[in-house]
């Protein structure tokens, strides 16, 4: 089992960058993915972003060019880089992982709030 701790969400104008951290601890795996999700209010939670042990990237179209996911294996953390937010990039963001060929975790953490002001 893996515990995922968000942080480094805050609220930012437009326009205006932010990184957020998932510090990841317990048990992990050989072949392991690691991703970032969002929810806005009233809406579903959606697939922002992932990084698998080879370092292949994949982003949900919406962020490609403005979000960058990356890793640090000794700190056992993700980030998650994002430049140019928009008003629609205003949700609460959460980590999670994954064997490769598995679900992802069923387990949730509190997230961290993102809010992008104009």
């Known amino acids: 089992q893996v515990q995922l701790v968000e942080s480094g969400g805050g609220l930012v104008q437009a326009g205006g960058s932010l990184r957020l951290s998932c510090a990841a601890s317990g048990r992990t795996f050989s072949r392991s993915v690691m991703g970032w999700f969002r929810q806005a209010p009233g809406k579903g939670r959606e697939f922002v972003a992932s990084i698998s042990w080879s370092g292949g990237r994949t982003y949900v179209d919406s962020v490609k060019d403005r979000f960058t996911i990356s890793t640090d294996n000794g700190k056992n953390t993700i980030y998650l880089q994002m430049n140019s937010l928009k008003s629609e990039d205003t949700a609460v963001y959460y980590c999670?992982?994954?064997?490769?060929?598995?679900?992802?975790?069923?387990?949730w953490g509190q997230g961290t709030q993102v809010t992008v002001s104009s």
């Open positions: 999670n992982a994954r064997e490769s060929g598995r679900n992802w975790s069923p387990y």
